[in-house]
């Protein structure tokens, strides 16, 4: 996989069902997307979700109703 050469916009501590994590926002010029991320650590396994928005469209990080009914799909669990 081809390096994107992003740039982390924000990073913000979260906590999902007790569970610790980090909601990232990145910017990737050369594909002209933002992507959002969240990241978990649960025991020894990462669960990641991604959602990418192009340049042009909603940037991901002003909580578009799809993005974060997506983000709020996600439960764990323990």
Do not use: W
Not at 41 to 62: H, R, S, T
Request: hydrophobic share 45%; proline share 5%.
């Amino acid at each position: 996989m081809q390096n994107v050469h992003g740039v982390l916009l924000h990073e913000t501590p979260i906590i999902l069902d007790g569970v610790p994590g980090r909601e990232l926002v990145i910017r990737a010029e050369q594909l002209k997307v933002f992507m959002k991320a969240r990241l978990l650590l649960v025991g020894n396994q990462m669960i990641a979700m991604f959602a990418f928005c192009p340049e042009d469209e909603e940037y991901p990080d002003k909580n578009s109703s799809n993005v974060q009914k997506f983000f709020d799909s996600l439960r764990l669990k323990l």
